[in-house]
Every structure is written in C-alpha cells, then in structure tokens.
C-alpha cells in the first residue's frame, strides 16, 4: 500500500503533493502526533510502526525551536535537524487552511537531497522583534534565489491560499492577483521597506520588509503584513484621531543647513564582483556608526560611496554635509568647521554662523581629501571625535554633536604619517573601516554598464536620441586606462555628445587622447616567415582559402601577444569575444 493510500485510510487528504522521494514521511494529526508514515521513517531511526505511531514527533526527533513553529502552523522548509549524529533538512506544511484542524505533513531527508540553499529559521528569530507573534503576524521568509523558505497561514490567508502550496516556490512570481514581491528588490539593496502599500490579492496592503544577514553577509529577506486592507489604516487613524498626533520628519540638524542624501547603493553602477563586494560591505558597515575612511584615486566615486554609508543608515533622514578639505583656504577651515559667534572676528557675520560639524547633527559628516587638511586642524579634529563635542569661535560654550566621520583620500595616508604630515592619533580614528573603491582599469567590464547609464543621462540632459556607441567607439574605451576613472569617462562621453552627428557615437566622436592612446595597442604583424609562406600559396589555395588562413594566424599571434587572454585578445582584433571563440572554434585554436 502506498503512503498516499495510507494517509486517505487514516483520514488525511494529501491532495497532489508530489511523495516520489526517498524522503520520511510523517502525517500528523491535529495534536502533532504521527498518524502514519512510511517505511523510510521506519528504517531511519530502527523502530516498529507500532513503537512510533500515535506518539508526539518532538518524542521521537529533537525538533528544538521548530517545535513551537509546528504546534503555531508555521510552514517552513529546508530547517537542519540531527539525529544520530548526521544533520538532515525537515519541511513541514499543514494539510489544510486551519493546523488545528487538518494536520500537516513532516518531511524528512539528508543534506545531500536538498536542492535549494538552506536558510535557517534562527536567522528569522535573530532580525525579529522580541514581541512578535509567529501564529498571528502574517510572515513569510525567502533565501537569496527568492525561494520560499518559510510561510504561515495568516500571510497565505491575505493571499487566499494555503500555506504549504507556495513553499518551494519562487517569491517573484508566487503571489496570486499581486503586483510582484519587492523581497528580491530589498535583497538587491539592503535596504528595508517598512510601512510601504503593496497590491495583494486585489487588495492594497501595507506590508514591512527586511533584509537577513548572517555575519555580515546577505543570507535572504523576510516580509510581513500589517494591513491586509489600506482602509484598515483610514479607519483607525479616524478612530484614534483625537488621540494621536502624527510623527514630524526628522529634524535637519541645527538651523537646516545640511543636505539629506542624495544617492544611495543603486546610485553605484557596476556588475563586476569587485564593486558587488564593495556595494554589500557599504550596506553591512551603514548599520553601525563607526569611522569610515574611503581610499581610493581621483574619480573613484568616493563621494557617492560616502552617499550610500549614509543613506543606508538610520541616519539617512539626518544631514549629510560635506566638506572639501583641500577647497577651503587654510584660515577659514576652522570657522568653516567650527562655525562663530557674532563679532568672532572682523567681517564675521552678524548673528554668527553654525559650523559644518554642528550641521552634521545626528547625521553623516563627509571629509573629503582629508590628508590636506593642516596639522594644526588635524589636533582639533581629533578632539571633536574623542570629545563629541565643538566650541565654535567666539565662545566659550562648548555643543555637544551626535555624528558619523566618513573621511577620503585619494592619496597613501601611511606615507604621509610616516613623512609627518598626517598625525597618527588621528589615522587611526578615521581608520577604523577602511575600504578601498577599485580604478575603473581593473573593472573594465563595468565601463559598458557606465557608459549606458552615462548616454541615458545625456539623452535626457541634452534632448537627443543617441542609441550607443559603435563597435570601434568601445573597442577605444575598453582598451583605455581612464586614470581619471568614472570623472573621465563622464567627460569622455559628454564630450562625444557634442560631436556626434548621428543616432551612434563613432570613434571620432571621442576625445583626441583616447584615440591617440589606442596607437599603444596595434593589431600584430606576421612575422617574415608567415607572410612569405602566405604569399607562396598564391595559385595553390582560392583567395578564401588564404584570407582564412591569414586570420587563423592573425588570432593566433594575438593571442601570443596578450599571453593568451582571450578577452584581452578580443579587443586587439576589435572583435566581441564570443565572436573571437566562435573563430577559435572555426580555427580549432581551443
């Protein structure tokens, strides 16, 4: 007798679950005692049917925290247990919309079977608040591929399902009469989405959405619903009206004069594994406030980076004021910094001026070139950050201030306190995150994705229709270093703006010093004796026949050139590189 038969004999519908598995199985009844189960399970922990039967799972395994998910109805999958020393993956889902009712379905197999990343509960627990109630909170929990992880009833109930049907299932596109799940898009940022309206069911909900990490590292997403309905909300704050009084937006710091942020994590452009790592160490040190010194050569995108720390923190609705160190002459960087009071000194404004630092009030304070800034401000910088607090000039009436550091520099720091120019006391203040922005030479994969959102800009700015660049434009500027990195690019490509004539950039359309560049790195020649055994075959071999020997030995020779890279090969010969091994296939170079 199959498990499916014996399930329907002991009163349980399994429905069209999918049981071809080598997997234990287990039914539970309404109490989360084992109403039957197959012989897998049997086999696994070396008892009878009648040793097992009727006794409570939690007798029979260690379920541990999972426990108290299975008596609330909670559906999870891919959770890691032990027994006897080896780590099994269990799933559970009730059979029906009511746990208390139906039963549910415990699902049992080695790690080995698991065939999607295993994202534990525990990280769930850790992210949630204390107060938070499994059974009636409406959650669901997804890993990084957007696979559902974990799911209860009354998430499912707003979606007019059962909870066990969508487990397994891939949150993008699992919602019924929904507008996609945003989980991925909160992964992809690291950012959370709290009290944001979302179409589920047909009905506009308000639903809070987080990131998970795991030692610093993104390990999924979780969700839940806090209104099934928006009109719940209406009708609540016109209940409580009287009784209430809105929140104000968070304060600009002192008289204002700071800038909220103006760019955020999706503000950095680029796929390369480099600037992925960069981008997910930006959202892990943004939720605490630590130091943060950026380094990095000129036109990196410091500044941007400095952007996203702060726009990901929980200072993102505070200021963010920055201040170019190497800008503002010598004699007024401490009034600049430390503001004054009225009559400070002859041409100081009247009713005084509030410094940089108290501007940065509860925000991001950002030091740009830091290592340009005069010793003697360097002292009395150290003694803001040891301090937390600024007497601005004037006066003797010292502020206290709550802010983040972020300094950069585009130049070696170490050389310069070494060389005395830079204290070491306040190195390593600032240094306590340091993060290196890689050039653009060394993510030249990220200049096409760059370079379109640069053109995409360009279009909107100057109300033209440019659709890209033509094969020998790139082919330019994937061979050229950019020393001025993303600033020169920018230029490169507004610059092109200006010239070009028609829908595609052309290579004349760029700047003279890129073209000129391009002259370091020619097409090789054959060598004598390639060309004589070319020239010898006239009249032996068809013209095709020796143009396609020519151009075997044309890659050939390129690729010994570049020490046989094949990217670096493609862009010698100004071809794409799946069209230069579709040759070395041709060729039968592999």
């Known amino acids: 007798m199959g498990f499916a038969q014996q399930a329907r004999d002991a009163g349980f519908d399994l429905g069209d679950r999918d049981l071809s598995t080598e997997s234990w199985l287990v039914v539970l009844d309404q109490r989360q005692c084992i109403a039957t189960s197959n012989e897998e399970c049997f ?86 608040d204390a107060g938070s109630d499994l059974a009636r909170e409406s959650l669901i929990l997804v890993n990084t591929e957007g696979i559902i992880t974990m799911i209860n009833q009354p998430f499912a109930d707003v979606l007019g399902i059962c909870a066990g049907e969508m487990l397994g299932k891939n949150v993008r596109s699992a919602y019924p009469n929904s507008n996609p799940s945003r989980l991925p898009v909160v992964m992809d940022t690291g950012q959370a989405e709290e009290a944001e309206p979302h179409l589920l069911n047909g009905r506009h909900a308000v639903v809070s959405r987080y990131p998970l990490f795991r030692e610093g590292k993104m390990v999924g997403a979780w969700g839940k619903v806090l209104f099934s309905d928006v009109r719940e909300v209406s009708r609540l704050a016109e209940k409580f009206q009287a009784y209430i009084k809105l929140p104000e937006k968070p304060k600009k710091g002192r008289r204002g004069r700071g800038q909220e942020f103006k760019y955020d994590c999706n503000s950095i452009i680029g796929h390369s594994k480099a600037m992925k790592d960069l981008k997910e160490k930006l959202l892990r040190i943004a939720q605490r406030p630590s130091n943060v010194l950026l380094m990095g050569e000129s036109g990196t995108g410091k500044e941007l980076c400095a952007h996203a720390i702060h726009a990901a923190s929980k200072r993102r609705y505070a200021p963010f004021v920055r201040v170019n160190c190497a800008a503002i002459p010598d004699h007024l960087l401490e009034s600049e910094l430390f503001g004054y ?12 001026q509030v410094g940089k630092f108290e501007q940065a009030d509860g925000g991001t304070i950002f030091l740009d070139e830091i290592s340009d800034m005069p010793l003697v401000m360097q002292a009395k910088l150290l003694r803001v950050l040891q301090e937390r607090e600024v007497t601005p000039l004037g006066s003797t009436a010292t502020r206290s201030i709550d802010m983040r550091v972020v300094a950069a520099t585009n130049v070696n720091l170490e050389e310069k306190v070494r060389d005395g120019s830079f204290r070491t006391d306040l190195y390593y203040r600032l240094n306590v995150i340091a993060l290196e922005i890689p050039p653009l030479r060394e993510r030249r994969d990220d200049i096409y994705f760059i370079t379109k ?39 490169a490509i507004e610059s092109a703006f200006n010239m070009v004539t028609g829908s595609m950039i052309r290579a004349a359309d760029l700047p003279l010093h890129i073209r000129r560049a391009a002259g370091s790195l020619v097409l090789p020649c054959l060598d004598g004796d390639r060309q004589e055994g070319l020239l010898a075959s006239i009249g032996q071999k068809t013209l095709q026949e020796i143009m396609d020997e020519m151009e075997r030995q044309l890659i050939q020779a390129s690729l010994e050139r570049v020490g046989g890279n094949k990217l670096n090969a493609a862009n010698v010969l100004g071809i794409s590189r799946p069209g230069l091994y579709k040759k070395l296939h041709k060729y039968n170079l592999q």
Request: aromatic content about 10%; proline content about 5%; charged content about 25%.
């Open 43 to 128: 086999a696994l922990i070396g008892k009878r049917p009648e040793e097992i039967i009727g006794r409570r799972l939690g007798q029979v395994v260690r379920l541990g925290f999972l426990h108290s998910f299975i008596v609330q109805g909670v559906s999870f999958t891919g959770q890691p247990i032990w027994i006897d020393g080896v780590k099994h993956f269990c799933d559970y889902a009730p059979l029906g919309r009511d746990p208390h009712a139906s039963g549910g379905l415990f699902t049992l197999m080695r790690s080995e079977q698991l065939d999607i990343p295993c994202l534990e509960v525990p990280d769930l627990l850790c992210s949630m």
């Open 341 to 352: 009071v009225e009559g400070a000194f002859t041409g100081a404004r009247k009713g005084g």
């Open 453 to 491: 959102h640069l053109i995409d800009g360009f279009n909107a700015e100057f109300e033209m229709t440019v659709q890209g660049l033509d094969e020998e434009a790139w082919q330019l500027l994937r061979n050229y270093d950019f020393p001025g990195n993303i600033r020169e690019l920018r230029n």
